[in-house]
């Protein structure tokens, strides 16, 4: 399988650069909303949001996760 050369990018490497982007921009939209859900008062739902976040987390986790040997 040949790679990319310098100054030069095959698919696969692009591949690889676009979910790193996207890994990226998820993280900082995970940091974003925690902090907003952190500032926000949902009354009695505080605990269930939270917990769903926690959840969300977790997911966007095993997702991303390569588990493949």
Known sequence: METSGRFSLDKENLKKVGIGSLVAMGGALLTYLSSVVAQSDFGLWS?????????????????????SK
């Not at 269930?48 to 390569?66: E, H, P, Q």
């Open 47 to 67: 605990p269930v949001i939270v917990a769903g976040c926690s959840i969300l987390v977790n997911i966007v986790r095993k997702f991303l996760t390569d588990y």
